[in-house]
Protein backbone atom coordinates (compact mmCIF):
# COMPACT_ATOMS: atom_id res chain seq x y z
CA UNK A 1 0.00 0.00 0.00
CA UNK A 2 1.14 3.17 -1.02
CA UNK A 3 0.37 6.62 0.87
CA UNK A 4 0.98 10.11 -1.29
CA UNK A 5 0.74 13.02 0.89
CA UNK A 6 -0.72 15.48 -2.28
CA UNK A 7 -1.86 18.79 0.14
CA UNK A 8 -1.64 19.79 3.18
CA UNK A 9 1.74 19.01 3.59
CA UNK A 10 3.99 21.40 5.89
CA UNK A 11 1.33 23.86 5.23
CA UNK A 12 -1.85 24.49 6.58
CA UNK A 13 -4.63 24.15 3.33
CA UNK A 14 -5.38 22.07 0.75
CA UNK A 15 -5.86 18.99 2.32
CA UNK A 16 -5.16 15.67 -0.03
CA UNK A 17 -4.04 12.26 0.74
CA UNK A 18 -4.17 9.28 -1.59
CA UNK A 19 -4.01 5.62 -0.64
CA UNK A 20 -3.07 3.13 -3.73
CA UNK A 21 -4.12 -0.01 -2.60
CA UNK A 22 -2.25 -3.58 -3.28
CA UNK A 23 -5.28 -4.18 -5.14
CA UNK A 24 -5.34 -1.26 -7.01
CA UNK A 25 -8.06 0.81 -5.19
CA UNK A 26 -7.34 4.30 -5.59
CA UNK A 27 -8.69 6.33 -2.35
CA UNK A 28 -8.17 9.78 -1.94
CA UNK A 29 -8.59 11.49 2.29
CA UNK A 30 -10.10 14.58 1.63
CA UNK A 31 -10.29 16.82 -1.57
CA UNK A 32 -9.37 20.55 -0.06
CA UNK A 33 -8.57 23.55 -1.86
CA UNK A 34 -5.58 25.86 -1.48
CA UNK A 35 -6.88 28.96 0.23
CA UNK A 36 -4.76 32.03 1.96
CA UNK A 37 -3.01 33.53 -1.34
CA UNK A 38 -5.83 34.93 -3.56
CA UNK A 39 -5.67 33.98 -6.87
CA UNK A 40 -1.81 32.80 -6.15
CA UNK A 41 -3.55 29.45 -5.23
CA UNK A 42 -5.00 28.96 -8.32
CA UNK A 43 -1.88 27.33 -10.43
CA UNK A 44 -1.54 25.05 -6.96
CA UNK A 45 -5.42 23.68 -7.07
CA UNK A 46 -5.10 22.83 -11.02
CA UNK A 47 -2.59 20.58 -10.08
CA UNK A 48 -4.06 17.77 -8.56
CA UNK A 49 -0.99 15.19 -8.67
CA UNK A 50 -3.82 12.25 -9.74
CA UNK A 51 -5.93 11.78 -12.70
CA UNK A 52 -9.98 12.06 -11.14
CA UNK A 53 -10.82 9.28 -13.83
CA UNK A 54 -8.79 6.93 -11.60
CA UNK A 55 -9.73 7.58 -8.63
CA UNK A 56 -12.65 5.09 -6.92
CA UNK A 57 -13.33 7.17 -3.86
CA UNK A 58 -13.09 10.42 -1.78
CA UNK A 59 -13.57 10.23 2.04
CA UNK A 60 -14.48 13.18 3.46
CA UNK A 61 -13.17 14.25 7.10
CA UNK A 62 -15.44 17.39 6.73
CA UNK A 63 -17.19 20.43 4.97
CA UNK A 64 -14.81 23.11 5.36
CA UNK A 65 -12.93 24.24 2.06
CA UNK A 66 -9.57 23.83 2.13
CA UNK A 67 -11.08 19.97 3.16
CA UNK A 68 -13.88 19.83 0.36
CA UNK A 69 -13.14 22.65 -2.04
CA UNK A 70 -12.24 20.89 -4.69
CA UNK A 71 -14.64 18.26 -5.21
CA UNK A 72 -16.13 20.15 -8.19
CA UNK A 73 -13.40 20.43 -10.26
CA UNK A 74 -12.45 16.64 -9.60
CA UNK A 75 -16.16 15.98 -10.84
CA UNK A 76 -15.35 18.72 -13.91
CA UNK A 77 -12.27 16.66 -14.92
CA UNK A 78 -14.07 12.74 -14.84
CA UNK A 79 -14.24 12.11 -11.31
CA UNK A 80 -17.27 9.49 -10.93
CA UNK A 81 -16.63 7.64 -8.06
CA UNK A 82 -18.01 7.59 -4.57
CA UNK A 83 -17.92 10.64 -2.39
CA UNK A 84 -18.52 9.47 1.11
CA UNK A 85 -18.70 11.47 4.18
CA UNK A 86 -21.48 12.38 7.43
CA UNK A 87 -24.83 13.46 6.73
CA UNK A 88 -24.17 16.77 8.49
CA UNK A 89 -20.99 16.92 5.90
CA UNK A 90 -23.21 16.62 2.72
CA UNK A 91 -25.90 18.63 3.95
CA UNK A 92 -23.33 21.47 4.34
CA UNK A 93 -21.10 21.13 1.16
CA UNK A 94 -24.27 21.28 -0.72
CA UNK A 95 -24.21 25.31 0.32
CA UNK A 96 -20.66 25.82 0.60
CA UNK A 97 -19.59 24.68 -2.41
CA UNK A 98 -22.02 26.25 -4.65
CA UNK A 99 -20.71 29.41 -2.63
CA UNK A 100 -17.28 28.81 -3.30
CA UNK A 101 -18.26 28.53 -7.11
CA UNK A 102 -19.44 32.06 -7.06
CA UNK A 103 -16.13 33.15 -5.51
CA UNK A 104 -14.59 32.04 -7.60
CA UNK A 105 -16.31 33.67 -10.69
CA UNK A 106 -15.94 36.71 -8.79
CA UNK A 107 -12.14 36.64 -8.02
CA UNK A 108 -11.29 35.47 -11.26
CA UNK A 109 -13.43 38.20 -13.11
CA UNK A 110 -11.81 40.57 -11.43
CA UNK A 111 -7.89 38.85 -11.96
CA UNK A 112 -8.97 39.04 -15.46
CA UNK A 113 -9.82 42.54 -15.58
CA UNK A 114 -6.59 43.41 -14.22
CA UNK A 115 -4.57 40.52 -16.92
CA UNK A 116 -6.08 42.13 -19.69
CA UNK A 117 -5.35 45.85 -18.73
CA UNK A 118 -1.65 44.47 -19.02
CA UNK A 119 -2.36 42.44 -22.31
CA UNK A 120 -1.56 39.21 -20.63
CA UNK A 121 -3.63 35.78 -20.89
CA UNK A 122 -6.73 35.33 -18.80
CA UNK A 123 -7.63 32.37 -17.16
CA UNK A 124 -11.38 30.30 -16.80
CA UNK A 125 -12.57 29.24 -13.43
CA UNK A 126 -11.61 25.90 -11.71
CA UNK A 127 -15.45 25.21 -11.43
CA UNK A 128 -18.91 26.52 -11.49
CA UNK A 129 -22.42 25.96 -9.98
CA UNK A 130 -23.25 23.70 -12.67
CA UNK A 131 -20.05 20.88 -11.40
CA UNK A 132 -21.12 22.23 -7.97
CA UNK A 133 -24.78 21.33 -7.55
CA UNK A 134 -23.97 18.01 -10.14
CA UNK A 135 -21.49 16.74 -8.22
CA UNK A 136 -23.35 16.28 -4.43
CA UNK A 137 -25.57 13.59 -6.92
CA UNK A 138 -22.12 11.17 -5.85
CA UNK A 139 -22.20 11.91 -1.96
CA UNK A 140 -22.96 8.75 0.39
CA UNK A 141 -23.82 9.19 3.97
CA UNK A 142 -22.34 7.25 7.10
CA UNK A 143 -23.37 7.78 10.27
CA UNK A 144 -20.78 8.02 13.36
CA UNK A 145 -20.05 4.88 14.65
CA UNK A 146 -21.26 2.80 11.72
CA UNK A 147 -18.85 -0.06 10.17
CA UNK A 148 -19.35 0.11 6.78
CA UNK A 149 -17.56 -2.26 4.23
CA UNK A 150 -16.68 -0.23 0.85
CA UNK A 151 -15.31 -3.59 -0.73
CA UNK A 152 -14.86 -7.19 0.39
CA UNK A 153 -11.44 -6.05 1.38
CA UNK A 154 -11.41 -2.21 2.74
CA UNK A 155 -13.69 -1.15 5.84
CA UNK A 156 -14.71 2.44 6.83
CA UNK A 157 -15.91 4.30 10.15
CA UNK A 158 -16.40 7.71 10.97
CA UNK A 159 -16.18 8.91 14.52
CA UNK A 160 -16.89 12.31 15.97
CA UNK A 161 -13.52 14.94 15.89
CA UNK A 162 -15.69 17.68 17.67
CA UNK A 163 -13.77 20.27 15.21
CA UNK A 164 -17.29 21.02 13.10
CA UNK A 165 -20.81 19.79 12.39
CA UNK A 166 -20.63 16.85 11.03
CA UNK A 167 -16.30 16.53 10.74
CA UNK A 168 -15.00 13.14 11.73
CA UNK A 169 -11.76 10.90 11.93
CA UNK A 170 -11.79 8.68 9.42
CA UNK A 171 -10.50 4.95 10.06
CA UNK A 172 -10.15 2.29 7.73
CA UNK A 173 -8.80 -0.99 7.80
CA UNK A 174 -7.44 -3.07 4.30
CA UNK A 175 -6.50 -6.16 3.80
CA UNK A 176 -3.47 -6.66 2.05
CA UNK A 177 -1.40 -9.54 0.89
CA UNK A 178 0.95 -8.75 4.27
CA UNK A 179 -1.50 -8.80 6.41
CA UNK A 180 -4.44 -5.69 7.47
CA UNK A 181 -3.45 -2.52 7.84
CA UNK A 182 -4.92 -0.13 9.89
CA UNK A 183 -5.29 3.87 8.74
CA UNK A 184 -6.42 6.81 10.86
CA UNK A 185 -6.54 10.10 9.25
CA UNK A 186 -7.54 13.17 12.04
CA UNK A 187 -9.02 15.52 9.58
CA UNK A 188 -8.83 18.43 12.06
CA UNK A 189 -9.20 17.61 15.77
CA UNK A 190 -11.77 19.81 17.87
CA UNK A 191 -11.50 20.82 21.48
CA UNK A 192 -12.82 18.91 24.75
CA UNK A 193 -14.90 22.04 25.90
CA UNK A 194 -16.92 23.55 22.56
CA UNK A 195 -19.51 26.03 22.45
CA UNK A 196 -21.88 24.25 21.06
CA UNK A 197 -20.27 20.39 19.89
CA UNK A 198 -19.60 17.17 21.70
CA UNK A 199 -16.56 16.69 22.47
CA UNK A 200 -14.07 15.00 19.93
CA UNK A 201 -14.48 10.86 20.50
CA UNK A 202 -12.26 8.22 21.28
CA UNK A 203 -11.59 6.31 17.67
CA UNK A 204 -10.45 2.52 16.75
CA UNK A 205 -7.01 1.71 17.23
CA UNK A 206 -4.59 2.28 14.14
CA UNK A 207 -1.28 1.37 13.31
CA UNK A 208 -0.58 4.20 10.99
CA UNK A 209 -2.15 7.90 12.20
CA UNK A 210 -2.24 10.90 9.75
CA UNK A 211 -2.92 13.96 12.02
CA UNK A 212 -3.21 17.81 11.62
CA UNK A 213 -0.66 20.00 13.45
CA UNK A 214 -2.58 23.56 13.01
CA UNK A 215 -1.70 24.64 16.65
CA UNK A 216 1.18 22.22 17.38
CA UNK A 217 2.71 25.53 18.59
CA UNK A 218 0.27 26.97 21.22
CA UNK A 219 -2.26 26.69 23.79
CA UNK A 220 -5.77 28.42 23.74
CA UNK A 221 -6.92 30.47 26.24
CA UNK A 222 -9.74 29.08 29.11
CA UNK A 223 -13.14 29.70 27.33
CA UNK A 224 -14.54 32.16 30.45
CA UNK A 225 -11.56 33.98 29.65
CA UNK A 226 -12.73 34.42 25.99
CA UNK A 227 -16.02 34.82 27.04
CA UNK A 228 -14.83 38.03 29.26
CA UNK A 229 -12.20 39.59 26.83
CA UNK A 230 -15.02 39.44 23.62
CA UNK A 231 -17.30 41.47 26.02
CA UNK A 232 -15.05 43.80 26.99
CA UNK A 233 -13.99 44.33 23.49
CA UNK A 234 -17.59 44.88 22.33
CA UNK A 235 -18.33 47.16 25.55
CA UNK A 236 -14.89 49.08 24.58
CA UNK A 237 -15.60 49.54 20.94
CA UNK A 238 -19.42 50.15 20.44
CA UNK A 239 -20.11 51.84 24.15
CA UNK A 240 -16.67 53.89 25.12
CA UNK A 241 -15.72 54.51 21.60
CA UNK A 242 -19.29 54.51 19.61
CA UNK A 243 -17.97 52.20 16.79
CA UNK A 244 -18.38 49.03 15.10
CA UNK A 245 -16.87 46.01 15.80
CA UNK A 246 -16.36 43.73 12.27
CA UNK A 247 -15.65 39.91 12.74
CA UNK A 248 -14.16 38.39 10.24
CA UNK A 249 -15.86 34.80 10.87
CA UNK A 250 -16.32 31.85 8.68
CA UNK A 251 -19.59 30.84 7.88
CA UNK A 252 -19.70 27.45 8.93
CA UNK A 253 -18.81 26.82 12.73
CA UNK A 254 -16.96 29.87 13.69
CA UNK A 255 -20.05 32.56 13.25
CA UNK A 256 -22.37 30.05 14.72
CA UNK A 257 -20.14 29.52 17.52
CA UNK A 258 -19.94 34.01 18.23
CA UNK A 259 -24.00 34.01 17.62
CA UNK A 260 -24.51 31.63 20.35
CA UNK A 261 -22.09 33.20 23.11
CA UNK A 262 -24.25 36.54 21.82
CA UNK A 263 -27.34 34.69 22.72
CA UNK A 264 -25.99 33.61 25.81
CA UNK A 265 -24.77 37.16 26.56
CA UNK A 266 -28.26 38.81 26.15
CA UNK A 267 -29.92 36.36 27.51
CA UNK A 268 -27.91 37.03 30.98
CA UNK A 269 -28.95 40.66 30.09
CA UNK A 270 -24.96 41.43 29.96
CA UNK A 271 -24.99 42.55 26.01
CA UNK A 272 -24.73 46.25 25.54
CA UNK A 273 -28.31 47.33 23.72
CA UNK A 274 -26.54 47.38 20.20
CA UNK A 275 -27.34 45.97 16.91
CA UNK A 276 -25.46 42.71 15.96
CA UNK A 277 -25.61 41.75 12.29
CA UNK A 278 -24.93 38.18 10.55
CA UNK A 279 -24.00 39.74 7.00
CA UNK A 280 -23.26 36.72 4.95
CA UNK A 281 -25.91 34.40 3.12
CA UNK A 282 -23.87 31.18 3.74
CA UNK A 283 -24.36 31.58 7.26
CA UNK A 284 -28.05 32.32 7.12
CA UNK A 285 -28.36 29.18 5.32
CA UNK A 286 -25.37 26.90 7.45
CA UNK A 287 -27.32 28.38 10.52
CA UNK A 288 -30.19 26.50 9.32
CA UNK A 289 -28.38 23.49 8.81
CA UNK A 290 -27.28 23.85 12.77
CA UNK A 291 -30.66 23.66 13.79
CA UNK A 292 -31.34 20.60 12.21
CA UNK A 293 -28.77 18.73 14.06
CA UNK A 294 -29.43 19.58 17.73
CA UNK A 295 -28.97 15.69 18.58
CA UNK A 296 -25.08 16.57 17.80
CA UNK A 297 -24.96 19.74 19.98
CA UNK A 298 -23.42 19.57 23.62
CA UNK A 299 -25.26 19.22 27.17
CA UNK A 300 -24.98 23.46 27.25
CA UNK A 301 -26.93 23.98 24.41
CA UNK A 302 -29.53 21.32 24.64
CA UNK A 303 -30.01 22.81 28.21
CA UNK A 304 -30.35 26.34 26.76
CA UNK A 305 -32.70 25.15 24.36
CA UNK A 306 -35.10 24.09 27.29
CA UNK A 307 -35.88 27.78 28.26
CA UNK A 308 -34.54 29.40 24.51
CA UNK A 309 -36.24 27.76 21.53
CA UNK A 310 -33.28 29.48 19.10
CA UNK A 311 -29.64 29.72 20.29
CA UNK A 312 -28.79 31.07 17.05
CA UNK A 313 -31.35 34.23 17.54
CA UNK A 314 -31.99 37.30 19.83
CA UNK A 315 -34.18 40.32 19.46
CA UNK A 316 -31.31 42.89 18.16
CA UNK A 317 -29.98 40.09 15.60
CA UNK A 318 -30.73 40.39 12.18
CA UNK A 319 -29.62 38.00 9.52
CA UNK A 320 -28.72 40.07 6.25
CA UNK A 321 -29.47 38.10 2.82
CA UNK A 322 -29.48 41.28 0.57
CA UNK A 323 -26.32 42.93 -1.02
CA UNK A 324 -28.50 46.22 -0.81
CA UNK A 325 -28.88 45.86 3.20
CA UNK A 326 -25.51 44.47 3.33
CA UNK A 327 -23.85 48.17 1.90
CA UNK A 328 -26.07 50.00 3.91
CA UNK A 329 -24.16 49.21 6.70
CA UNK A 330 -21.32 50.68 5.76
CA UNK A 331 -23.20 54.26 5.87
CA UNK A 332 -24.86 53.58 8.77
CA UNK A 333 -23.05 55.51 11.50
CA UNK A 334 -24.43 54.23 14.77
CA UNK A 335 -22.74 51.14 17.07
CA UNK A 336 -23.09 47.98 15.84
CA UNK A 337 -21.31 44.57 15.50
CA UNK A 338 -20.57 42.87 11.89
CA UNK A 339 -20.22 39.17 12.10
CA UNK A 340 -19.24 38.28 8.35
CA UNK A 341 -17.25 35.66 5.84
CA UNK A 342 -14.62 35.18 5.37
CA UNK A 343 -12.33 35.02 8.42
CA UNK A 344 -9.04 35.25 6.64
CA UNK A 345 -10.46 38.16 4.91
CA UNK A 346 -9.77 36.62 1.61
CA UNK A 347 -13.16 37.13 0.42
CA UNK A 348 -16.61 37.62 0.51
CA UNK A 349 -18.24 41.07 1.92
CA UNK A 350 -16.40 41.39 4.93
CA UNK A 351 -13.54 42.46 2.92
CA UNK A 352 -15.85 45.27 2.13
CA UNK A 353 -16.72 46.05 5.43
CA UNK A 354 -13.23 46.34 6.46
CA UNK A 355 -12.31 48.58 3.41
CA UNK A 356 -14.56 50.64 4.28
CA UNK A 357 -13.61 51.03 8.26
CA UNK A 358 -9.90 50.66 8.31
CA UNK A 359 -9.42 54.18 8.72
CA UNK A 360 -11.74 54.62 11.58
CA UNK A 361 -10.11 54.49 14.58
CA UNK A 362 -13.58 54.17 16.53
CA UNK A 363 -13.34 50.47 14.63
CA UNK A 364 -11.82 47.48 16.11
CA UNK A 365 -11.45 44.14 13.45
CA UNK A 366 -11.67 41.16 15.81
CA UNK A 367 -10.01 38.18 14.62
CA UNK A 368 -10.95 34.94 16.02
CA UNK A 369 -9.43 32.30 14.06
CA UNK A 370 -6.34 30.72 12.30
CA UNK A 371 -5.40 32.87 9.09
CA UNK A 372 -2.26 31.45 7.07
CA UNK A 373 0.47 33.87 6.94
CA UNK A 374 -0.20 35.26 3.80
CA UNK A 375 -4.15 35.79 4.16
CA UNK A 376 -5.25 39.38 4.65
CA UNK A 377 -6.42 37.99 7.68
CA UNK A 378 -2.39 37.63 8.49
CA UNK A 379 -1.18 40.77 7.16
CA UNK A 380 -3.97 42.95 9.25
CA UNK A 381 -2.74 41.91 12.28
CA UNK A 382 1.50 42.80 11.47
CA UNK A 383 2.05 45.80 13.53
CA UNK A 384 4.70 46.64 11.30
CA UNK A 385 1.82 47.18 8.16
CA UNK A 386 0.99 50.87 8.55
CA UNK A 387 -0.73 50.47 4.87
CA UNK A 388 -2.91 47.22 4.26
CA UNK A 389 -3.50 46.99 0.51
CA UNK A 390 -7.44 45.97 -0.30
CA UNK A 391 -8.96 45.47 -3.70
CA UNK A 392 -5.77 47.05 -5.23
CA UNK A 393 -5.94 50.53 -3.14
CA UNK A 394 -3.72 51.29 -0.13
CA UNK A 395 -5.46 52.26 3.62
CA UNK A 396 -4.16 53.73 6.40
CA UNK A 397 -4.08 51.14 9.34
CA UNK A 398 -6.27 53.34 12.37
CA UNK A 399 -8.71 50.63 13.21
CA UNK A 400 -7.70 48.98 15.94
CA UNK A 401 -7.20 44.92 15.81
CA UNK A 402 -7.67 42.55 18.62
CA UNK A 403 -7.20 38.44 18.40
CA UNK A 404 -8.99 35.95 20.28
CA UNK A 405 -7.58 32.51 19.94
CA UNK A 406 -10.28 30.83 22.30
CA UNK A 407 -12.80 30.86 19.58
CA UNK A 408 -10.35 28.15 17.41
CA UNK A 409 -12.36 24.71 16.05
CA UNK A 410 -8.93 23.54 16.26
CA UNK A 411 -7.22 22.08 19.52
CA UNK A 412 -4.29 23.00 20.96
CA UNK A 413 -1.65 20.78 21.10
CA UNK A 414 -2.20 19.79 24.70
CA UNK A 415 -5.78 19.05 23.83
CA UNK A 416 -4.91 16.90 20.62
CA UNK A 417 -2.11 15.15 22.45
CA UNK A 418 -4.33 14.42 25.56
CA UNK A 419 -6.95 13.08 22.35
CA UNK A 420 -4.33 10.93 20.86
CA UNK A 421 -4.18 8.96 24.51
CA UNK A 422 -6.99 7.27 23.00
CA UNK A 423 -4.48 4.96 20.65
CA UNK A 424 -1.80 2.79 22.22
CA UNK A 425 1.33 4.40 21.21
CA UNK A 426 3.31 1.04 21.20
CA UNK A 427 0.72 0.07 18.38
CA UNK A 428 1.05 2.90 16.24
CA UNK A 429 3.57 1.94 13.64
CA UNK A 430 4.37 5.22 12.16
CA UNK A 431 2.73 8.45 12.90
CA UNK A 432 2.38 11.30 9.96
CA UNK A 433 2.15 15.01 10.35
CA UNK A 434 0.11 17.44 7.88
CA UNK A 435 -1.96 20.54 7.92
CA UNK A 436 0.47 22.98 9.74
CA UNK A 437 3.14 25.29 9.17
CA UNK A 438 6.76 24.33 9.74
CA UNK A 439 7.00 25.59 13.24
CA UNK A 440 4.06 23.94 14.42
CA UNK A 441 4.74 20.53 12.93
CA UNK A 442 8.38 20.73 14.13
CA UNK A 443 7.02 21.56 17.48
CA UNK A 444 3.81 19.40 17.65
CA UNK A 445 6.40 15.95 16.32
CA UNK A 446 8.35 17.03 20.17
CA UNK A 447 5.09 16.72 21.85
CA UNK A 448 4.00 13.68 20.11
CA UNK A 449 7.70 12.10 20.73
CA UNK A 450 7.45 12.96 24.65
CA UNK A 451 3.21 11.61 24.70
CA UNK A 452 5.42 7.83 23.52
CA UNK A 453 5.07 8.26 19.76
CA UNK A 454 7.80 6.73 17.81
CA UNK A 455 8.24 7.12 13.84
CA UNK A 456 7.10 10.32 13.44
CA UNK A 457 7.41 11.81 10.30
CA UNK A 458 6.46 15.26 8.45
CA UNK A 459 6.10 14.69 4.79
CA UNK A 460 6.88 16.85 2.24
CA UNK A 461 4.14 17.97 -0.48
CA UNK A 462 4.07 14.77 -3.65
CA UNK A 463 6.60 12.36 -1.29
CA UNK A 464 5.14 8.69 -1.37
CA UNK A 465 5.47 6.02 1.22
CA UNK A 466 5.00 2.57 1.46
CA UNK A 467 3.47 1.25 4.03
Known amino acids: MKIQFLGAAREVTGSKHLIITDKGKRILLDCGMYQGKGMETDAQNRELGF ?62 KKMQRQHKPTIKPLFDANHAERCMHLFVTIDYDRLFHLTDDITLRFTNSGHMLGSAIVSLEVKERDGVKRIAFTGDIGRPHSYLLCPPQPFPQCDYLITESTYGDRLHEERLVTENEFLSIVEDTCVKNKGKLIIPSFSVGRTQDIVYVLNKLYNEHRLPSINVYVDSPLSVNATNIFKLYTDLMNDDVRETMLYDKDPFGFNSLTYITDIHESKALNNDKRPCIIISASGMLEAGRVKHHVANHIEDPTTTILIVGYCTPTSLGARIQDPKKKYI ?66 GISIPERGEEVEI
Not at 79 to 105: E, H, N, S, V, W
Not at 430 to 447: L, N, P, R, W, Y
Open 389 to 454: SIFGFDHKKLARIKKIEGFSGHGDYKEMIEYLGCQDVNKVKHTFIVHGEEHAQSEFKDHLYEAGFR
Open 51 to 112: DPEELDYVILSHAHIDHSGLIPYIYKLGFRGTIYCTPATRDLCAIMLKDTAFILQQDVRWYN
